[in-house]
């Protein structure tokens, strides 16, 4: 039976874009020294595990995520020596480091695809997910990349076409090759050696693959059949990965997060159900998905209250122990997807960090969440860094959508909003760096930076201290069970976290006005927790008004 000790159950995840965090040799990208640089700074916010996006060697064609050597550390971001002074910094003051896994595919740069393109018969031939062409030579199936276009590219050494499920330089690993998983799990203690203290893993829903693939039915984004179609949690999914849990997983202290797009709350349970022996908590998708539209992600369109509850209720109820976020670097930034960065930004932010820290599981935090930073208005395509906005920008001028309406609705849910630099201070780049950055800063840093938030007591960051110091010392907000109340009301997500016979209300409002709540323990009285907003009076009463976008929590009775 694996059980989830201490430090991951009081665990409070801080993502770092590394090459958007902090940039230490000014040359306009963040590096791992930037990071060192960094550390007290995390330490002071509260969080206790550091989850880095990949440093590896890479073409960067998806900014790391398409991986040539996972043993070396592209010198972009520094050394391996660097590396090894962040490891043995962070545990010095009491964090962990937990490294993003990409194994799901490679680079087409690395020595593993080389190889494996050369012909069919080599020991790498096997290593990734080769098919013959149909009889008129077009690819084997109707399957998308998630970035567009087919997930098949032909290759002529081989004749054949090989499976990409993102960009084509990122070929798919073939995980029912032995040997190939071999590699893995030893590349997987190459770093647990060097004391890291966890693995995010990237798309591990998609490594098992389906011994024949059928064209998929659905065509989802008009061009190609659903990128995932017959392949999210495939036939062999749990069986490997209980197998690198008996392999690597089980011989250290590690967390474990599956990032499991396509997945339902049935089959995300098999992912952390403890007796299973498999990962402590996977990212559920299903809320990410509360504003797809026609166009799927990039549609122009807003999340319902309701959906967002519903999908965040099921998990909480389904699963064993879940992982709470709402952004990350693949998403748009929170406050202006889930709140109100005009009107509210700082309540709004602050009431979405309550929604965070208080469910029942780990929370992730993502860079600059903590000082409420927006999503960009990019004025051009040219402005945005990421294949997947430039390539649905030009499937939407073929669908003949219009130029201003494409971009307006690129903007909108780009990966590029979570990814401009952290806004550190007011100086120039913000502070991030002293050459111009690799993606422009956004030019509200001057409103909004680390430095202001710092200076203001009542600030987004002091309020995230303060979630984060409560969530960290209160056994109910850590292990306490969750239900949920006023399932229907259409301005709040509500809930209780109760253990033994003690009770946390937690309240959220979504509303841009004062609205009404009746508390469900009448005439059980209360004394508040946690308000976003000052004029919040301690005494829980039977009906009590909150301010719009204030976030509030109780000990009942
Ligand atoms: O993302 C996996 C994933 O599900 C993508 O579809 C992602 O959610 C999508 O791009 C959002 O529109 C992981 C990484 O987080 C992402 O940065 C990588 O691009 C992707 O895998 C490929 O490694
Ligand atoms: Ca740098």
């Given at each position: 039976m694996m059980r989830m000790n201490s430090w991951k159950k009081e665990g409070i995840v801080y993502e770092i874009y590394v090459q958007s965090f902090n940039d230490s040799n000014n040359d306009g990208i963040g590096d791992i020294r930037g990071i060192i640089q960094k550390l007290d700074y995390l330490k002071d916010l509260g969080v206790n595990i550091l989850w880095l996006t990949p440093i590896f060697e890479s073409p960067l064609v998806d900014n790391g995520y398409d991986i040539a050597d996972y043993r070396k550390i592209n010198p972009q971001y520094g050394t391996m020596d660097d590396v090894d002074e962040m490891i043995e910094k962070a545990h010095e003051k009491g964090l962990k480091i937990v490294m993003d896994l990409v194994v799901n595919h490679t680079s087409d740069k690395h020595e593993w695809f080389e190889k494996s393109k050369?012909?069919?018969?080599?020991?790498?031939?096997?290593y990734y997910i080769w098919r013959d062409p149909k009889e008129d030579g077009s690819a084997p199936t109707n399957h998308g990349s998630a970035f567009g276009g087919s997930a098949w590219e032909y290759c002529p050494e081989r004749k054949q076409y090989y499976l990409h499920?993102?960009?084509?330089e990122q070929p798919d690993l073939n995980w029912d090759n032995e040997q190939m998983r071999k590699a893995i799990y030893d590349t997987m203690r190459f770093w647990t050696e060097k004391g890291i203290d966890g693995f995010r893993m990237d798309s591990i829903s998609f490594i098992s693959k389906p011994k024949e693939f059928s064209d998929a039915?659905?065509?989802?984004?008009?061009?190609?059949?659903?990128?995932y179609y017959g392949i999210s949690n495939g036939r062999n999914i749990h069986k490997y990965l209980h197998e690198m849990y008996e392999q690597v997983l089980s011989k250290y202290d590690l967390i474990t997060i599956g990032e499991t797009p396509h997945t339902d709350v049935e089959e995300g349970e098999k992912y952390v159900?403890?007796?299973?022996?498999?990962?402590?908590m996977v990212f559920q998708f299903e809320h990410m998905h509360v504003d797809y539209g026609e166009y799927g992600r990039y549609s122009d369109v807003s999340f319902k209250l309701s959906d967002l509850r519903h999908d965040l209720d099921q998990w909480q109820k389904g699963l064993s122990w879940n992982s709470n976020y709402?952004?990350?670097?693949?998403?748009?930034?929170i406050v202006s997807r889930f709140g109100d960065d005009r009107k509210y930004r700082e309540k709004s932010a602050e009431m979405l960090a309550m929604l965070i820290m208080f469910q029942r599981g780990t929370p992730f935090i993502y860079q600059g969440d903590e000082i409420g930073m927006t999503n960009v208005d990019f004025k051009s395509i040219n402005e945005m860094r990421d294949l997947e906005a430039y390539n649905t920008y030009e499937r939407f001028m073929k669908l003949g959508i219009s130029k201003e309406r494409a971009l307006t609705m690129v903007n909108r849910k780009t990966r590029d909003n979570g990814r401009t630099p952290m806004q550190w201070n007011s100086k120039q780049n913000a502070g991030f760096s002293n050459a111009e950055s690799w993606i422009e800063v956004n030019p509200n840093y001057k409103e909004i930076n680390v430095e202001k938030d710092l200076e203001n007591k009542d600030s987004i960051y002091r309020f995230y201290q303060k979630a984060i110091d409560l969530r960290k010392s209160n056994e109910i907000l850590i292990d306490g069970a969750y239900a949920l109340i006023?399932?229907?009301?259409?301005d709040i997500i509500a809930f209780v976290r109760e253990s033994g016979n003690q009770k946390i209300l937690v309240i959220c409002s979504f509303a841009d006005k004062k609205i009404k709540f009746n508390n469900p323990f009448k005439g059980k009285g209360g004394k508040l927790l946690l308000s976003n907003y000052e004029t919040a009076k301690p005494e829980l009463n039977d009906v009590i008004y909150l301010q719009p976008y204030e976030g509030r929590a109780y000990i009942v009775g």
């Open positions: 050369q012909s069919r018969d080599n020991e790498y031939s096997d499920l993102f960009a084509k039915p659905v065509v989802e984004n008009k061009e190609y059949g659903a990128y159900d403890p007796s299973r022996e498999e990962l402590d709402l952004g990350n670097h693949d998403q748009p930034r006023a399932a229907d009301d259409s």
